[in-house]
């Protein structure tokens, strides 16, 4: 990551992770291969990617599998504003009756 560390990243349960050694590793590596946001390059756009977002978002119980926070197939590479983006999106929503509601995929 970069000087903003930290932003639009899990919450505290995940601090160390973010901090060890072995991700800042594998985030440099993927960052530098990657180059530029995979969304904007979808879209026919060469922006630089500066954030290296998980798809399937970490939580406590997958934190310690290396096969969702640590797999290069779980990573992407994205701008400022296509992270932003990603994190603003509402994950559920409640019908007027209180049920929860959740997005496809």
């Avoid at 180059?35 to 939580?59: A, D, S």
Wanted: glycine share 6%; with cysteine; proline share 7%.
């Amino acid at each position: 990551m970069s000087e903003k560390e930290g932003r639009g990243r899990a919450p505290g349960f995940a601090d160390e992770f973010y901090r060890s050694h072995e991700w800042r590793r594998c985030r440099a590596a993927y960052a530098k291969k990657v180059i530029y946001c995979e969304r904007c390059l979808k879209k026919g756009l060469t922006v630089p990617g500066v954030e290296v977002h998980h798809k399937i978002r970490l939580t406590p119980e997958n934190l310690t599998d290396p096969s969702i926070s640590m797999n290069w197939q779980n990573l992407e590479l994205l701008c400022e504003s296509c992270h932003k983006e990603e994190h603003n999106k509402k994950r559920w929503r409640a019908d007027p009756w209180g049920h929860i509601d959740l997005p496809p995929g």
